[in-house]
């Protein structure tokens, strides 16, 4: 390569300051933090409006929740619960809907179990795999061992299906064991007892029923209503629950009680008032979100001045609006009623709502209708507020994410078109102030060639 071709080509690269001192490079990324001052502040935008599109997403939850109990509580199935009780620990039982306030008194004559007896089996058998069949209710099952042996024998009878379990009682010594098979009825019942035959012959055509030595037998509860009385009568179930004893009322027994024992269905008013905290509660929650992104923040500039920043929510006249609806809404008299009456008053100082459970329960014993009439009525108003903003296709806050979703997705686009030009002017940038290079160090060397062209004129003068 020669001298020229060397200064040519390192001339043409244009290294940063080389020729002109200049640091080019920070040059650049000055210009350049000054052309993307627009871009910085969409990001600033974008950033700003996702902390919101999460804010909303939060309060559109708990309204959701929020509609969720004040539905509940519009529902007079609801404010119809009741809670039964017993008067003997061994006698529980369950409410559930079409349940009524009333008593009922009635002794456990009997519980329900099913049959256990031990078999005797057979000193021999026909066949290498006997087979035995289990008759159940009219409904015959067979079971088949794997041998003779006792082993398999109560696996066999131990099959899902089989309507027994098994167990091999060893009444002899580790030495010299003698078993005794127990089978223990899966079902409780009088209808659930058994009888155990054992198929004879080579063939298997014939049969024999095996001896059973009862340990106990098959037989439902029984409970004798109204004992004492001249309307005694008594009742049957299979099992120890009394399925629909009184309307909606489920009854389980334990154990036999002579003692006649009392059964009262009565008002749960622990579950009415879970109705309400219920109520109030996620409202609460809903208020509460509402306020603490709305309040505002006090910070200090650099200069010391306070800076007053305002919170997420702020200015937004939606989640204003919604706010004003569910006030409105819970503090509203409901056909001339107040909801002070219920307990539910507007805190003065925080514009949040109290529930006063003392005086809520105390007009629950007082007027039960008039309470439900409050309480059920207020809920139907925020249930339409909450539901009506937090429907996932309609809903005004629902809408309101998905505008907020779409402003974040078109930002992100401007950002990235933003990218593709800054990427350029870097680039233009860039090739300018290559070209500054290579022009100041042509310069250079026609500069050092004509002052050596004029040192030879010299010279030869």
């Given at each position: 390569?020669?001298?020229?071709?060397?200064r040519?080509?390192?001339?043409?690269?244009?290294?940063?300051?080389?020729?002109?001192?200049?640091?080019?490079?920070?040059l650049?990324?000055?210009?350049?933090?000054?052309?993307?001052?627009?871009?910085?502040?969409?990001?600033?935008?974008?950033?700003?409006?996702?902390?919101?599109?999460?804010?909303?997403?939060?309060?559109n939850?708990?309204?959701?929740?929020?509609g969720?109990?004040?539905?509940?509580?519009?529902?007079?199935?609801?404010?119809?619960?009741?809670?039964?009780?017993s008067s003997?620990?061994?006698?529980?039982?369950?409410?559930?809907?079409?349940?009524q306030?009333?008593?009922?008194?009635?002794?456990?004559?009997?519980?329900?179990?099913?049959?256990?007896?031990?078999v005797?089996?057979?000193?021999?058998?026909?066949?290498?795999t006997?087979?035995?069949?289990?008759?159940?209710?009219?409904?015959?099952?067979?079971?088949t061992?794997?041998s003779?042996?006792?082993?398999?024998?109560?696996?066999?009878?131990?099959?899902?299906?089989?309507?027994?379990?098994?167990?091999?009682?060893?009444?002899?010594?580790s030495?010299?064991?003698?078993?005794?098979?127990?089978?223990?009825?899966?079902d409780?019942?009088?209808?659930?007892?058994?009888?155990?035959?054992?198929?004879?012959?080579?063939?298997?055509?014939?049969?024999?029923?095996?001896?059973?030595?009862?340990?106990?037998?098959?037989q439902?509860?029984?409970?004798?209503?109204?004992?004492?009385?001249?309307?005694?009568?008594?009742?049957?179930?299979?099992?120890?629950?009394?399925?629909?004893?009184?309307?909606?009322?489920?009854?389980?027994?334990?154990?036999v009680?002579?003692?006649?024992?009392?059964?009262t269905?009565?008002r749960?008013?622990?579950?009415?008032?879970?109705l309400?905290?219920?109520?109030?509660?996620?409202?609460?929650?809903?208020?509460?979100?509402i306020?603490?992104?709305?309040?505002?923040?006090?910070?200090t500039?650099?200069?010391?001045?306070?800076?007053?920043?305002?919170?997420?929510?702020?200015?937004?006249?939606?989640?204003?609006?919604l706010?004003?609806?569910?006030?409105?809404?819970?503090?509203?008299?409901?056909?001339?009623?107040?909801?002070?009456?219920?307990?539910?008053?507007?805190?003065?100082?925080?514009?949040?709502?109290?529930?006063?459970?003392?005086?809520?329960a105390?007009?629950?014993?007082a007027?039960?209708?008039?309470?439900?009439?409050?309480?059920?009525?207020?809920?139907?108003?925020v249930?339409?507020?909450?539901?009506?903003?937090?429907?996932?296709?309609?809903?005004?806050?629902?809408?309101?994410?998905?505008?907020?979703?779409?402003?974040?997705k078109?930002?992100?686009?401007?950002?990235?078109?933003?990218?593709i030009r800054?990427?350029?002017?870097?680039?233009?940038?860039?090739?300018?102030?290559s070209?500054?290079?290579?022009?100041?160090s042509?310069?250079?060397?026609?500069?050092?060639?004509?002052?050596?062209?004029?040192?030879?004129l010299?010279?030869s003068?």
């Amino acid at each position: 390569m020669s001298t020229d071709e060397g200064r040519h080509q390192m001339a043409s690269l244009g290294i940063d300051g080389l020729i002109s001192g200049l640091n080019t490079t920070d040059l650049i990324n000055q210009l350049m933090t000054a052309e993307a001052a627009p871009q910085r502040l969409l990001t600033q935008k974008q950033t700003s409006t996702s902390s919101l599109v999460t804010a909303l997403q939060a309060l559109n939850a708990k309204l959701s929740s929020l509609g969720d109990a004040a539905t509940a509580a519009t529902k007079a199935s609801s404010w119809a619960a009741v809670k039964a009780t017993s008067s003997h620990p061994s006698v529980t039982a369950t409410a559930a809907a079409g349940a009524q306030p009333s008593t009922l008194s009635f002794t456990v004559s009997r519980i329900a179990q099913s049959q256990a007896s031990l078999v005797k089996l057979p000193t021999a058998y026909d066949t290498a795999t006997p087979t035995f069949t289990v008759t159940q209710g009219g409904v015959d099952t067979v079971v088949t061992a794997a041998s003779s042996d006792i082993a398999d024998i109560v696996a066999a009878f131990n099959v899902k299906g089989s309507g027994v379990k098994a167990a091999a009682v060893n009444v002899g010594t580790s030495a010299a064991p003698e078993y005794r098979l127990q089978l223990t009825g899966v079902d409780t019942g009088g209808s659930k007892g058994f009888t155990i035959s054992v198929a004879t012959g080579q063939d298997g055509s014939g049969s024999e029923v095996l001896a059973l030595s009862t340990v106990r037998s098959a037989q439902d509860a029984q409970l004798t209503l109204w004992a004492g009385t001249t309307s005694e009568q008594t009742v049957s179930s299979a099992t120890n629950t009394f399925s629909g004893l009184m309307s909606g009322i489920d009854v389980t027994v334990t154990q036999v009680e002579a003692t006649p024992v009392s059964l009262t269905v009565a008002r749960d008013d622990a579950a009415i008032t879970k109705l309400a905290t219920g109520l109030m509660g996620a409202l609460g929650v809903v208020m509460s979100e509402i306020s603490a992104r709305t309040a505002s923040t006090t910070s200090t500039s650099e200069d010391g001045r306070p800076v007053v920043t305002g919170g997420l929510f702020s200015g937004d006249s939606a989640v204003r609006g919604l706010q004003q609806q569910l006030q409105s809404a819970t503090s509203l008299p409901i056909e001339g009623l107040s909801p002070a009456e219920a307990g539910i008053s507007i805190n003065a100082k925080t514009g949040m709502f109290d529930f006063d459970e003392v005086k809520f329960a105390a007009a629950l014993a007082a007027d039960p209708a008039k309470v439900e009439k409050i309480i059920s009525g207020l809920a139907a108003r925020v249930a339409d507020v909450a539901t009506g903003a937090s429907d996932k296709y309609e809903g005004t806050m629902t809408l309101k994410i998905r505008s907020q979703e779409g402003v974040v997705k078109t930002l992100g686009e401007q950002i990235a078109s933003w990218d593709i030009r800054l990427a350029s002017r870097r680039e233009g940038l860039q090739k300018t102030y290559s070209a500054l290079e290579v022009t100041l160090s042509n310069l250079q060397s026609q500069s050092s060639w004509l002052t050596s062209q004029l040192a030879s004129l010299s010279t030869s003068s």
